[in-house]
């Protein structure tokens, strides 16, 4: 899995509108992000967010979750995760984004 592969998907899902036909669900959310965190800075860095801040608690335990994951495997899985929410839309602006994965270096 290439870089460039792992910087067009990351383009492709922070410019996916909330309200269009491509609808990450909250799991593959937390996944997307969880990879990009991983993928982008390596292990967990920071502490654990305080008791009342869940979504902050959420994120970490999943990225805490992946301590040791290579940047490379990081990369590969979230390519591989988007281009299954892409497939599993099955609308015509999917294939264009999966083919524009595809096409990156």
């Known amino acids: ?30 996944f997307f992000y969880k ?5 982008t800075i390596g292990d967990v860095n920071v502490a654990r967010p305080g008791m009342l801040d869940f979504t902050g608690k959420a994120k970490w335990d999943a990225w805490n979750s992946i301590k040791g994951t290579s940047k490379e495997e990081a990369w590969a899985k979230y390519v591989e995760k988007l281009i299954e929410v892409l497939n599993a839309s099955g609308s015509d602006e999917s294939k264009k984004y999966v083919d524009e994965i595809e096409a990156a270096a």
């Open 1 to 30: 899995m290439s870089e460039a592969k792992f910087t067009k998907a990351v383009e492709i899902v922070q410019s996916l509108p909330k309200d269009g036909p491509i609808k990450p669900s909250q799991d593959d959310q937390l």
């Open 35 to 39: 990879y990009y965190k991983q993928a």
